[in-house]
């Protein structure tokens, strides 16, 4: 195998410092240099939509590192607020902005884009949340009182109403679905998640469509519904998905899935090309925690773990082995934590207690998920019976004998 002198991450995010973070740790002495499309150094993004939005805290959102420990401890070259535009896959040069960047082997670590409300572009008071300056503005609004709509009953949009809700303004989820939240935890924990919002106050209009957005003097003042109803607001916040950061790859020649672009990635996180890896939002690899089924996760957990297995598998792939995880993410609605480890996709999902909430998913005879409500100190110990592909018999059994955990009070 060519020695490795040049190793280049692309996307300053949580995968692309852990891929940084795991190769020096591998004892690799070699350049590495860190691309990113946002000037900010690579920061958390869980709390944009959580803590951030709080009123009356001091809103943060400070980097993993300092740039100091990125240039000096682990010798990266930073280039940031330039975008990966394009890939010569046969010279091994990347192409950022009006540079261009050898590698030997490169992690694609872009993540994703928030998916924007059609016709919305350059209106005042119309958002979505996917970075720092997303969240600003978003803070922004709800400082000065802001009437919201949020367009879109998932994870994000649902913290961005909880956020509001907890300073007492009015808010308003636009929600195609009849439930919630059905693909991500399938329909009985989705009217769960529904219940949480009308309890709190919220308007929660489900199986309705945003027909226009309304706009006067260059700013959003509402939305029309299918329905003809008409909802006055002064911030629109699109909670609609995400689309992979991959547009810069289309004429390199590597694997990408044909409905949403991402990376096609095999069990290693190696892509179709020599030497290119992917991590987090923006690959699919096949999971053989779960029979090989073909996932792409928007999760913390699968970011980090993602990134640090790129990268050791990128710098010595005789030895890579197959990444095999448990999905894992939270969310926190209304003073209350929800958690979701393994897949939805289930033959059967068996409540086992109403509140505080648990549930397990099967498939066959193992089980393959587990989702609760406010029981933090449990949820890892469920996770860890998935990963050990445990029956469902034995899961169930376990999960019938946890201790009962008190019920927070609802805040509105």
Known sequence: MDPVRDLVVVGASLAGLRAVEAARRKGYDGRITLVGAEPHLPYDRPPLSKAFLDEGTTPEAPPFRSEEHLREELGVDLLLGTPATGLDASDRVLEAGDREVRYDRLIVATGAAARTLPGTEGVAGVHALRTLDDAVAIRTALDAGARTVVVGAGF?????????????????????????????????????????HRANGADLRLGRGVRELLVADGRA??????????????????????????????????????????L??????????????????????????????????????????????????????????????????????????????????????????????????????????????????????????????????????????????RAPQRTR
Not at 246 to 261: F, K, M, P, Q, V
Not at 341 to 369: C, F, I, S, T
Not at 388 to 393: D, E, G, P, Y
């Open 264 to 405: 096609l990635c095999d069990a290693t996180l190696a892509t179709s090309l020599p030497g290119v890896y992917g991590a987090g939002d923006v690959a699919y690899w096949p999971n053989p925690l779960f029979d090989d089924q073909l996932m792409r996760l928007e999760h913390w957990t699968n970011a980090a773990e993602h990134g640090a297995a790129a990268a050791a598998h990128a710098l010595d792939p005789a030895a890579a082995v197959p990444v095999a995880s448990v999905p894992y993410f939270w969310s926190d609605w209304y003073g209350h934590r929800i958690q979701f480890v393994g897949v939805p996709q289930a033959d059967e999902v068996v409540v086992l207690a109403e509140e505080p909430y648990l549930a397990l998913y099967r498939r066959g005879e193992r089980v393959v998920g587990a989702l609760t409500v406010d029981r933090p100190t449990q949820i890892m110990k469920l996770r860890k019976l998935v990963s050990q592909r445990a029956s469902w018999t034995e899961a169930r059994e376990f999960a019938e004998g946890l201790p009962a955990v």
């Open 221 to 262: 003042v509402g939305v029309l519904l299918d329905d003809g109803t008409r909802v006055d607001a002064d911030l629109v916040v699109a909670g609609i998905g995400v689309v992979p950061s991959t547009g810069w790859l289309r004429d390199s020649g590597i694997a990408l899935h044909e409905r949403d672009g991402a």
């Open 156 to 196: 994000i949009g649902s913290e961005v109403a909880s956020g509001a809700r907890k300073r007492g303004l009015p808010v308003t989820i636009v929600e195609s679905l009849d439930v919630p939240l059905t693909r991500s935890v399938g329909p009985d924990a989705g009217r769960v998640c529904a219940e949480l």
